[in-house]
Nanobody, 123 residues
Framework: QVQLVESGGRLVQAGGSLRLACVASGRPFDSYAMGWFRQAPGKEREFVAVISMFGTNTLYAPSVRGRFTISRDNAKNTVYLQMDSLSPMDTAVYYC????????????????WGQGTQVTVSS
């Protein structure tokens, strides 16, 4: 079992930057591939980015590639999402998720979820 707590979401202007953090507790953090997903009002939850257990591999959704960066610090049990060049289209609740083993990019592959943090980008 692992518990996940996200932070860092807030209101930001278009073109701005935010860094989200997700702190994990429970089973050894480096047992998990970590992902970020988001859900906008009226839409399904969608994949944003994922990072492998030791941070050697990453994968991004096409809509965020080149603007967002996922990273992790296993010594701090924390995964980050650096978001740059934000647009109103990025407005959503952002969720951190964990799965044992290899990277995946679909919601059904992740067993553990945080409560989410709201990111709002104003135009």
């Amino acid at each position: 079992q692992v518990q996940l707590v996200e932070s860092g979401g807030r209101l930001v202007q278009a073109g701005g930057s935010l860094r989200l953090a997700c702190v994990a507790s429970g089973r050894p953090f480096d047992s998990y591939a970590m992902g970020w997903f988001r859900q906008a009002p009226g839409k399904e939850r969608e994949f944003v980015a994922v990072i492998s257990m030791f941070g050697t591999n990453t994968l991004y959704a096409p809509s965020v590639r080149g603007r967002f960066t996922i990273s992790r610090d296993n010594a701090k049990n924390t995964v980050y999402l650096q978001m740059d060049s934000l647009s109103p289209m990025d407005t959503a609740v952002y969720y951190c998720a964990a799965r044992l083993g290899s990277m995946e990019h679909t919601t059904d592959q992740f067993r553990f979820w945080g409560q989410g943090t709201q990111v709002t980008v104003s135009s």
